[in-house]
């Protein structure tokens, strides 16, 4: 049997709103290996976001527990987590999240630089050519469409080689055509880089593409099917 | 993590995120650095003359010629000595004249330092020396060759006496205080002074007693001198004599200096608030476009705690820059101040200390960690979770807190400037109830306009309703602008408007000369030369100076003295029958009959002063001999009158043994001759007069007032170049005022415009909304302006006070061209940008 890299043991989280408690996600259990692609869908308000964030370790449970690689992330602080996710994680958003004062090419090689990386623009010119952006190095998003953003975007999560891959909703915002070249290249990346990718979407052809898909409803994980 | 900080920011400032956080720092540092440079630099050229101020190392001053006690002790402890006399007189050559700083010295003189002198206007070779000029010679100083026409070689009259001008003076040890209001400098000897008959009872000279001599001798001297001092604390001898150390002479400067620096650094300080008001709003914009960036950061791993370190590298290194830069502009601006203050400085400027420069430092890191920090503080403690819940909210630090240091930041500054927490806390409450009231009067209008704009036309409505509906921003514009404006309106109104009208308003029959120092023997030999040229002369009064020293039979000890001017200095006195005009009776009776005994009449605000009233006793000194006299009446006068008038007036008679000089006012006729240059403004009379009578002195009304007008305008220049730099703050509040609504007016105006509204009428709304805008900070400036202006010409100038439409203009006009412009321009990416791109910038 494959390593598992995430992993979550009955978590829960809730939330005190101004006059009742809301649970937005009730005893969660999941395992996910190394380099799988598994996709989290459900209908809106589910919970799948919030489920995204706590296995990225962007947010803590009130309850369970979580292990990303062989750390549990579930004991240890903001600052172990923030450790934990400059080694093994990267992000794709719906909005993109790139910095508008700042070129594609700068926007991708900025989180290499972060982490001190030396190679930094190199790789990103590389991955922005992969994402076929070659030609657009020092436009600044304003200058890009939806499409050649989220492009961008994808060289900068690639680029920095995670271990696992986050991204939520990725094409949401993206016309169908769109969105169907930008999941090609994500599976595309995908495949190369041996990541393990967790993505969150509410289209079916998304997450049919992926090998193992986990439903969530009212918060509630239904089933967890491997293909 | 240190490059990448220093390309982050770079990104930022091409970005323009940052403009106008750097530009405020830049601009509050800038004004702080001037008048720092400044005050420091006159401050330091002044004390350097100080060390040999007083050209020796002890100097004995009085009124009075000094007594042969002090001699005798100066003698006994083998000091070398030197006298000096000082008064002022006029001096001519040939048609010319000038009333000039005449200071005859010893040969001895100077004791300490040398006099500089030259042989040539072009000042080729100086030539040191260290005594004064012998009998016969007179040196002068470079401009009265102009004033006189004169050359070296040439005799110039002084009283009955002719001397040679020998040598041209570059500079005395003794030079003074440095201000050059005095007229120009004729060295001579002492032994020619009497010859010169300039030295009479009544006439006002400074005497000095110059000793220099080994350490103890000097300190022994001191010592004797205190003792004596000490002795006389009670006793109502009249205290002639100050003795005069470098070390106090110093002390006086200081203060004053001390004094001068805290009011320009206070000026510059609203320069500073506003500088810091537009810094915090830029930055809290900044903060917002930032969020984003330090979500993604710490979602990628950064910790909190490297993020706060990168933050303090960047606003480190937008402090260090923006002060460096502050400074360099400062120290260019700070020579614009020194040109203004040229005329009237006339010292040797060295190069500044290190003092402004601290200020400069400390002021910058002060704005930054006051103004800009609180409002990026949150940044690093941002949630990583924010990258997928956007809605979340950030923990900005309060409104309140932000204030709070803010106001701690001011006040922390305004001390360190001011050295003094009172002047700081004064100063500080003075300028937020000034704020206060602007507000709530700016608040009037706004409530005033939005009702205005209710049946109006759409983007007037439009317009109006903007600058209500953010009255907030709205009304930190207005403050900001408003008060600038107001104190620019006042400065200015001072300079232009104030001494013309004050002229103006001055009687058809004002003198135009005053005459003084006239002999008794010369006085009807005078009068004959005045009648003779046509000119007509207020009555003529005999004039002696004494002081008070004993009220019913009480003498006034040195202790009481002190506390009121009236008593500690010497007055005028004079002796009529008839009442001068512009003088009122307040209390008692004029003499109808003259009376049994000594009477006198006191001047109202003198008697308050001194607390004395009808019926009481008083002994007065002329020069030493005593007279006893009764306080017969009280007089109010009109100094308006430019009458000679005095605050003692004896019935005739009592003065007669005192040989007074006889004093009048001139009423010639205005001089037509519109070139009023150094040679050709001489009424006929006056050459005529000095002349014939060379010891009077004449000063012409035109004269002192164009005097005034000069130092005036040279103050009000100098705080206007300071309060321009202040309004440049002001405009950048209304920039980063702009900037807090920026994204919501991009996209009200993205959506008007899809829904079709022509550009035309966003444009015409935003001109509207600026426009009025700027009438209104027009309309408070120019009336806090005149307020301010009414209150200086019923109290200061005791005038009466007078409307100036054309500040109202001024005000509103450039308060309505300059927002509009400014703002407009700020605005231009609302109204330019297509909207389907303003939209998608937004989301
Ligand atoms: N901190 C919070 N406070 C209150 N409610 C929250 C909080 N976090 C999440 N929720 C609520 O929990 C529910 C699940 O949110 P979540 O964003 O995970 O849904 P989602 O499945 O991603 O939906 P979508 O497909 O629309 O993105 C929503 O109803 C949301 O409003
Ligand atoms: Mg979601």
Known sequence: MTQSILRAQGVSKRVRTADHDLTILDDVSLDIKLGQSVAIIGPSGAGKSTLLGLLAGLDTPTDGEIWMGEHQITATNEEGRAAIRAKMVGFVFQTFQLLGSLTALENVSLPMELSGQRDARQRATEYLAKVGLAERLSHYPKQLSGGEQQRVALARAFACSPKILFADEPTGNLDQATGLKISDLLFDLNRQSDTTLVLVTHEQRLAERCESIITIDDGRLLSQVTS | ?843
């Open chain 2, 1 to 843: 993590m240190n490059f990448i900080d220093v390309k982050l920011l770079w990104r930022d400032w091409k970005g323009g995120q940052l403009n106008l956080v750097v530009s405020a720092l830049v601009l509050a540092v800038m004004v702080v650095t001037a008048v720092s440079l400044f005050a420091d630099r006159v401050e330091r050229g002044l004390n350097q003359q100080i060390t040999s101020f007083l050209a020796s190392d002890l100097t004995l001053r009085g009124g009075i010629e000094i007594s042969d006690d002090y001699r005798a002790k100066a003698q006994e402890l083998n000091l070398q000595t030197a006298d000096l006399a000082l008064f002022r007189s006029m001096v001519f050559a040939g048609d010319n004249n000038h009333l000039a700083s005449v200071k005859a010295v010893s040969n001895a003189y100077p004791l300490r330092g040398e006099v500089e002198l030259s042989d040539d206007l072009e000042i080729g070779k100086l030539s040191n020396h260290t005594n004064g000029p012998a009998s016969g010679e007179a040196w002068v100083e470079a401009r009265l060759f102009n004033l006189l026409d004169i050359k070296i070689g040439d005799k110039i009259e002084v009283g009955y006496l002719k001397l040679t001008v020998t040598h041209l003076i570059v500079n005395e040890p003794d030079r003074g205080t440095g201000f050059t209001a005095a007229g120009a400098r004729v060295m001579m000897s002492i032994d020619d002074l009497p010859a010169s008959q300039l030295v009479r009872p009544g006439s006002r000279i400074g005497y000095r007693f110059l000793m220099s001599g080994d350490d103890r001798s000097i300190e022994t001297y001191k010592k004797w001198y205190q003792k004596r001092e000490d002795a006389l604390k009670n006793s109502s001898e009249l205290k002639h004599f100050r003795l005069v150390t470098p070390e106090n002479a110093e002390e006086q400067l200081a203060d004053a200096m001390q004094r001068g620096r805290a009011f320009l650094l206070l000026s510059g300080t609203i320069g500073v608030l506003l500088a810091g008001l537009a810094m915090a709003l830029a930055s809290q914009r900044y903060a917002s476009r930032l969020t984003d960036q330090v979500a993604l950061m710490k979602a990628w791993g950064q910790s909190t705690g490297s993020i706060r370190r990168s933050q303090f590298v960047r606003l480190f290194i937008i402090a260090s820059v923006s002060t460096i830069l502050g400074m360099l502009l400062g120290w260019l601006s700070h020579y614009m101040l020194l040109e203004v203050a040229k005329g009237v400085l006339n010292v040797e400027l060295p190069l500044p200390g290190a003092r402004p420069w601290i200020v400069a430092v400390v002021t910058g890191f002060v704005c930054v960690l006051g103004f800009a920090l609180p409002a990026l503080w949150h940044l690093p403690t941002i949630e990583p979770l924010r990258v997928l819940r956007r809605d979340l909210p950030d923990s900005l630090l309060g409104q309140g807190r932000r204030l709070a240091i803010g106001v701690v930041s001011l006040l922390v500054l305004t001390y360190w400037y001011s050295e003094s927490l009172i002047t700081s806390l004064l100063f500080l409450g003075a300028l937020f109830a000034l704020f206060a009231v602007c507000a709530l009067v700016a608040l009037q209008f706004l409530k005033l306009v939005q009702n205005l704009g209710s049946w109006r036309g759409s983007f007037v409505r439009l317009g109006l309703a903007n600058l209500w509906r953010r009255r907030g921003q709205t009304l930190v514009q207005l403050v900001g602008f408003s008060t600038t404006l107001m104190l620019l309106l006042v400065v200015t109104g001072l300079r232009t408007n104030l001494i013309a009208e004050w002229e103006a308003q001055l009687p058809e029959d004002t003198p135009s000369h005053f005459l003084y120092n006239v002999a008794d023997r010369e006085v009807d030999a005078v009068k004959q030369v005045l009648a003779d040229s046509n000119v007509t002369t207020t009555p003529w009064f005999p004039m002696v100076r004494g002081r008070l020293v004993a009220i019913n039979g009480e003498a006034i000890t040195r202790e009481r003295m002190s506390q009121s001017d009236g008593l500690s200095r010497e007055v005028n006195f004079t002796q009529t029958v008839d009442l001068p005009t512009s003088n009122e009776i307040v209390d008692g009776q004029w003499w109808s009959s003259p009376p049994a005994g000594l009477e006198f009449s006191m001047e109202e605000q003198v008697a308050t002063e001194i607390g004395v009233g009808i019926g009481d006793e008083i002994e007065f000194s002329v020069g030493g001999i005593k007279i006893t006299a009764t306080l017969a009446s009280i007089r109010s006068v009109d100094w308006q009158s430019m009458n000679p008038n005095f605050y003692v007036v004896f019935y005739p008679g009592a003065l007669d043994r005192y040989a007074p000089n006889w004093v009048t006012a001139v009423r010639a006729a205005k001089s037509t001759n519109v070139n009023r240059g150094a040679l050709a403004k001489q009424a006929p009379f006056v050459s005529k007069m000095v002349q014939l009578y060379p010891t009077a002195v004449v000063l012409e009304l035109g004269d002192v007032i164009a005097r005034i007008r000069d130092v005036i305008n040279r103050v009000t220049q100098g705080l206007e170049l300071i309060l321009f730099l202040v309004l440049i703050c002001g405009a950048l509040v209304l920039f980063a005022a702009i900037g807090v609504s920026y994204d919501e007016r991009l996209r009200e105006n993205a959506i008007l415009r899809t829904l079709g509204s022509s550009k035309k009428i966003i444009i015409g709304a935003l001109a509207v909304e600026f426009a009025m805008l700027g009438a209104i900070a027009g309309l408070i400036a120019s009336m806090g302006a005149e307020a301010i202006l009414f209150f200086v010409q019923k109290n200061v100038f005791d005038m009466v006070a007078q409307w100036h439409p054309s500040l109202w203009f001024v005000g509103i006009g450039s308060g309505v061209v300059l927002i509009t412009v400014l703002g407009l321009a700020r605005s231009r990416d609302i109204i330019t940008v297509p909207p389907l791109q303003s939209l998608r910038q937004i989301t």
